[in-house]
């Protein structure tokens, strides 16, 4: 799963992009609205972490143009401002949350995991598919009730095709979420992985679609 952060305080940003990645987050840092901007263009992310206060373009205007653009992705403004007017405008301008500076991280990666399984549509972290079952918030998946080792790339790919079972996804979009628009990687980065997903968890689990990528059943 794939974040983007937008922030121009780089103490801080610092900080959140190693909170996230740490728990298995693949983080796109913009520094600020443009960048943001630019970076939504191309690439599709669970969730967005929005500063207001930044150069250039604000976080409040970026996120309208976000929203007249069609993207729906979950937005939650993390600002030092606690004035109710600010609250108000990033709410109406299409925010789906609001956490004021300073904050703990443990909660920031709650309410990550909140906005992310609410457009989902689910109302916990597990899900569970057939015999495996996998746990968005300890990060750990199980067939048959046994545990599985995964690796990081294992499960970023895993916990996004799960996320989306019953629709193929491409390679370009699984490679999204393991690295940013900025990475260079192996060419056959998902072939392996999803090789070694299909060993640990059933041959049929991953359907492969020619020209479609991949899917896992519902």
């Known amino acids: 799963m794939s974040v983007l952060l937008v922030e121009d305080d780089s103490l801080l940003g ?34 967005t972490l929005l500063d207001l206060r930044m150069p250039h373009l604000g976080g409040i205007e970026a996120l309208k143009q976000m929203r007249a653009r069609g993207d729906r992705t979950p937005v939650i403004i993390v600002t030092a401002s606690e004035r109710p007017d600010q609250k108000v405008k990033g709410l109406d301008a299409g925010a789906d949350d609001y956490l004021v500076k300073p904050f703990d991280l443990e909660e920031l990666l709650a309410r990550v995991r909140a906005q992310i399984r609410r457009h989902d549509g689910r109302t916990t972290d597990a899900i569970t598919i057939g015999k ?44 999204d979420t393991l690295y940013d628009h900025n990475t260079e990687f192996e060419s056959n980065t998902i ?28």
């Open 14 to 47: 610092e900080g959140m992009r190693r909170a996230l990645e740490r728990v298995g987050y693949t983080v796109t840092w913009a520094k600020d609205g443009e960048e943001a901007l630019a970076a939504v263009s191309t690439q599709k992310y669970s969730c």
């Open 132 to 175: 495996v079952c996998l746990d968005l918030a300890a990060r750990t998946a199980t067939l048959d009730s046994n545990p599985v080792a995964l690796t990081a790339k294992e499960y970023r790919i895993l916990a996004h095709l799960m996320r989306k079972a019953g629709s193929f996804i491409n390679k370009q979009e699984l490679e």
């Open 191 to 218: 072939e392996v992985a999803i090789y070694a997903l299909r060993r640990k968890l059933g041959a049929k689990f991953i359907i492969t679609g020619r020209g479609l990528g991949y899917m896992v059943s519902r």
